[in-house]
T-cell receptor, first 112, second 113 residues
Framework: GNSVTQMEGPVTLSEEAFLTINCTYT??????LFWYVQYPGEGLQLLLK?????DKGSNKGFEATYRKETTSFHLEKGSVQVSDSAVYFC???????????FGQGTTLQVKP | DSGVTQTPKHLITATGQRVTLRCSPR?????VYWYQQSLDQGLQFLIQ???????AKGNILERFSAQQFPDLHSELNLSSLELGDSALYFC????????????FGNGTRLTVT
């Protein structure tokens, strides 16, 4: 079946550190891949997406590249800020609809 | 602010009861999705409506039902509630039937005691 696996958290970093959150997937067909972010007390917000292999999604300094050969979509940011503290979800869609399959989420804590 | 409004924000009820969660999608969005977020199951897709019609079903229990009204707001009905139904229920909306950015509401936290 289709599934998404994320690295377990929490991930704790100091401000300006480099961030990587690993995400791998299993899917039939050619999925679209997403990263969503959830700040405390809020709903999920789309952070970035990629719809085909080798596409790079980017937003607010975050990047992720769709790697079909390794079935991965790792999230990276060169220099994190305290305001980046949130839960990050990797997700996929195989049916080109809003029916998303989410990973378990990774909590990021950034300390000043 | 995503533009998606969910009410109520919090709901506390007893086992065996029935509740209704309401969602108003973002202006102009025709698709509404319901997701359940729980500690053990994570975020799971429940159901999708598009312009009043059910279009996709996920891991939704038979005790749960939903509908989308002509004004495009949606309601999720949960009945014969069990302790395990305690979760955060999110509504999301998008403009199209096919893949387009989802806009999530802030959720309704349901506690079943």
């Amino acid at each position: 079946g289709n599934s998404v696996t994320q690295m377990e958290g929490p991930v704790t970093l100091s401000e300006e550190a480099f961030l990587t959150i690993n995400c791998t997937y299993t899917a039939t067909g050619y999925p679209s891949l997403f990263w969503y972010v959830q700040y405390p007390g809020e709903g999920l917000q789309l952070l970035l997406k990629a719809t085909k292999a080798d596409d790079k999604g980017s937003n607010k300094g975050f990047e992720a590249t769709y790697r079909k050969e390794t079935t991965s979509f790792h999230l990276e940011k060169g220099s994190v800020q305290v305001s980046d503290s949130a839960v990050y979800f990797c997700a996929l869609s195989v049916s080109n609809t809003g029916k998303l399959i989410f990973g378990q989420g990774t909590t990021l804590q950034v300390k000043p | 602010d995503s533009g998606v409004t969910q009410t109520p924000k919090h709901l506390i009820t007893a086992t065996g009861q029935r509740v209704t969660l309401r969602c108003s999608p973002r202006s102009g969005d025709l698709s509404v999705y319901w997701y359940q977020q729980s500690l053990d199951q994570g975020l799971q897709f429940l159901i999708q409506y598009y312009n009043g019609e059910e279009r996709a079903k996920g891991n939704i229990l038979e005790r749960f039902s939903a509908q989308q009204f002509p004004d495009l707001h949606s309601e999720l009905n949960l009945s014969s509630l069990e302790l395990g139904d305690s979760a955060l229920y999110f509504c999301a909306s998008s403009v199209a039937l096919e893949l387009s950015p989802l806009h999530f509401g802030n959720g309704t936290r349901l506690t079943v005691t």
